[in-house]
Every structure is written in C-alpha cells, then in structure tokens.
C-alpha cells in the first residue's frame, strides 16, 4: 500500500506558543479560508513555492545555469529578479543555492518520517508537558494524514494539540477525536457578514463544529486574532463573551494579536498581497485594552496581564 504523504511547509522545534510546554509544531499546507491578515501565507494553498530573499543571494549564478525556464535574469537596476510567470517550480535552482537565497516551500512526508523529526525533542516534552501541535494552513484539510500522524502520536504517548480554523466537514473532526488533547480553535469574526469578507467564507460552520466539539467533550481553547480597525470591536468582544457563556466547558480564550509576518513571506514568495499593509501593528497597550474588553465581559483570558 502506498505510504499516506502529508505535505508540509514547516516542523518547528521549540514552539512554545502552540499549547502547554515545549512542542514541536508541524504546519501543513492547504486551507480553505482566505484570511486578508494571514501570517502564514505559504500554508493557504497545496502548491509549493519558491522562495527568493535577494540579500542573501551571492551572485554564484548557479540558479542562472539550471533554470530550464530562464526564470532568473539580471536587471542592471535592479539586481537578481525572478520572472515568476515562468517558474514550474521544480526546485532544480533551490537545490544548487548554497547560500540558501532560493528555498523550496513545501514538501511531501510519510507519517514515519514527521514522527521521527517530533519525536527527537521527546525528552523535552516529558520534562515540560509538551508535544506535538499540528498546525497550517489548516490540519484537517489533509485528514489522512492528519489522522494517521496524530494516531501514530498518540501511540508514542505525545500530547497531541490540533490548531485550527474550524472551516471543514465535521466528519473530519470526528476522525481525530480520539487523538486530540486540546484543540486551539479560531474565532476570527463573530458577524457573518464581515467573516465572509476578511476570510471568504461564511462562520456558520465553524460555530456548529465548535459546538459539536463542546457537546462531544472535547478540550478546547479559543484563539481569538484580533487586528486593528477589523475585529477590535465592541459588538466582536461582546459576541465572543456570548459565545463563551453558552459553551462552559471551553478552557478559555487566547488574543492572537496581529503581526506584519505574512508581508516579507508574501515578497519572498512572490504572493499576491492581500492588503496586508494597510492594518497597524498593535501596541502593548491595544492588546492589554482588548484583554480588559474581554475580561470585563467574563472571558477568561489566559494573555498575560
Ligand atoms: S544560486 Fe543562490 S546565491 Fe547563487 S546566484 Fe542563484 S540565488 Fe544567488
Ligand atoms: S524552481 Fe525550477 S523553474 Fe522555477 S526558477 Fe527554479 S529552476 Fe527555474
């Protein structure tokens, strides 16, 4: 039978924001929302991509050689460029860049070989109550995968965290049950309307999958990303409080304020900007003001302060 492959853009050691203790956090490629703040624009679609940072580019001219495309020309102005429309993205130019200027973003892995990478931090998890947290993109969007990774997990006695957007089939939540010891869910926008705009979908989904959730005892903890002059609202923060009255079990509430991140990604890989210059970076004092929001409402906020 053939090996079940996930694809994934990133398996990061140490993560110590992804759940309890120290974990090792694979991010899968692939999601199905839109986000117009997304930080990790590289894990919306399943396709790879190449990656290009011209300050780290030493003028060895190997990509120049191995392109069959000529994607790569050099423009007396403006240096290296990448004429992207040509690029089949093959990998042929990342392959021979020593000076890891051209990067290959994404790739295919067994079920063996994910585990075997979480697995070499296992002691560091016993001593700090950690594990493993899969991540994207969206987990489930790569079910088989998601599902056998987080069994095979399980089996090794990991703790086992799921973040998710909660834009997928129930059927698929169901599949990893079993496996999941807390699940870090999104709530990005509470009005229907306005979701639909900043993430190309509707939330009623993912509101009946977080109930489902609840109702089939599952440990969970809302992420909350807020981005300034989006969701900083009233009527949000009010709607979540809501919300999380008429779910007691839920562990609590994480603000995930809003970064620039996704804006260099976005450059080096050659994706189409989705507005994200426009939102200001929030100051401490922003992110303690939405806290206190929250808090006056009864959330149970576990941001510091
Ligand atoms: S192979 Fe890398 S370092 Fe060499 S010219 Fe191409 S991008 Fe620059
Ligand atoms: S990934 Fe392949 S097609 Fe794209 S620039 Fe590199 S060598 Fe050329």
């Not at 694979?26 to 624009?41: A, E, I, Q």
């Not at 020309?73 to 021979?96: I, N, P, T, Y």
């Not at 998890?125 to 056998?148: C, H, K, N, V």
């Not at 599952?218 to 999380?244: K, Q, S, T, Y």
């Amino acid at each position: 039978m053939a090996p079940i492959l996930g694809r994934v853009f990133d398996i990061q050691r140490f993560s110590i924001h992804d759940g309890p203790g120290i974990r090792t956090t694979v991010f899968l490629k692939g999601c199905s929302l839109r986000c117009v703040w997304c930080h990790n624009p590289e894990g919306i679609d399943r396709e790879r991509h190449l990656s290009f940072v011209a300050r780290n580019c030493i003028g060895c001219g190997y990509c120049f050689r191995v392109c069959p495309n000529q994607v790569h020309v050099m423009d007396s102005e403006k240096g290296h460029l990448l004429r992207r429309e040509k690029c089949e993205v093959c990998g042929a130019c990342a392959e021979e860049c020593y000076a890891k200027a051209l990067e290959l973003v994404g790739r295919d892995v067994t079920v063996e070989d994910a585990l075997a990478e979480v697995m070499r931090d296992q002691p560091f998890y016993e001593t700090s109550g950690g594990g493993l947290t899969l991540s994207g993109g969206e987990p489930l969007a790569q079910i088989d995968f998601t599902e056998a990774l987080l069994r095979a997990a399980k089996e090794a006695g990991l703790h086992c965290a799921v973040e998710t957007c909660g834009h997928a089939p129930f059927r698929a939540f169901k599949r990893v049950l079993p496996y999941v010891d807390l699940y870090l869910y999104d709530i990005k926008e509470t009005d229907e309307r306005r979701h639909e705009e900043y993430t190309g979908a509707p939330n009623g989904v993912i509101f009946e999958n977080l109930r489902a959730l609840h109702d089939a005892g599952a440990a969970i903890l809302l992420r909350l990303p807020i981005v300034p002059g989006l969701n900083d609202r009233d009527d949000h923060f009010e709607n979540v409080a809501r919300l999380m009255r008429s779910l007691p079990r839920l562990r609590g509430a994480e603000i995930m304020p809003y970064h620039r991140l996704g804006t260099s990604k976005r450059e080096r890989m050659g994706l189409a900007s989705v507005g994200d210059a426009i939102y200001e970076t929030p100051s401490k004092e922003a992110v303690a003001g939405w806290v206190e929001a929250l808090r006056r409402r009864g959330v149970a906020v576990i941001n510091e302060g």
